[in-house]
């Protein structure tokens, strides 16, 4: 039964729609109309600015991190840490608050790892910046970490890690199905950040001055 109420608060907890509530809060604007429509960090940052991105960058991985917490709240084995972290993720993905839409997944499974391995996420969250920084894509970052992670897991000999690893990785990648129809055509959009982004703005500064000749 405590198995049970831990799930239950897990997909609760995951299910807080962070980014809907700072835009109709602060901004009187729903993140749904806006941008690519994604009620997470990526779309939160490019509609909401970056103190509002962060913010919801925060708490989109705490819920992950007090989701998976709840069995060791409850007095479970901590094993099942990432059992229930998983039903913090689908509360994130089908939030109930939302009419079952929500993010694609990324801030609220590192969420998980964050309780489960703290220095696992730090890798993972710096392989993510790296890839980000030069790529100016946060798809790109997302969907490059989690494989490589849920790979690195099979050399881990934590079959459990392993398993949950694989799950979100179909997760995030099925959430991304939009993101890479448009990495396939070149057409994914950047974030106001790192290198490519600035190369893309200084062709653009260039083509200008060109048309303005």
Known sequence: MKLFYCVIL??????????YIVGKVFFHKNIFDY??????TTNAYRVFGPVAGTVVLVVDILKGTLGALMPVFFGLDHRWMLFVGVFAVLGHVFSIFLKFRGGKAVATS???LLAYSPSLF?????????IVYVTSMVSVGSLVTILVFAISTLFMHDWILTAIAFVILIII????IPN???LL??????VPIGLAYKRQQKRKEEEQQKSNH
């Open 10 to 19: 897990a997909y609760l907890i995951g299910s807080f729609p962070t980014a």
């Open 35 to 40: 941008g690519s429509g994604n009620v997470g």
């Open 110 to 112: 590192a969420g998980i």
């Open 122 to 130: 730090a890798i993972c969250f710096a392989c993510l910046a790296i």
């Open 173 to 176: 990648y099925v959430r991304h």
């Open 180 to 182: 890479i129809k448009r």
């Open 185 to 190: 055509k070149g057409k994914e959009n950047l």
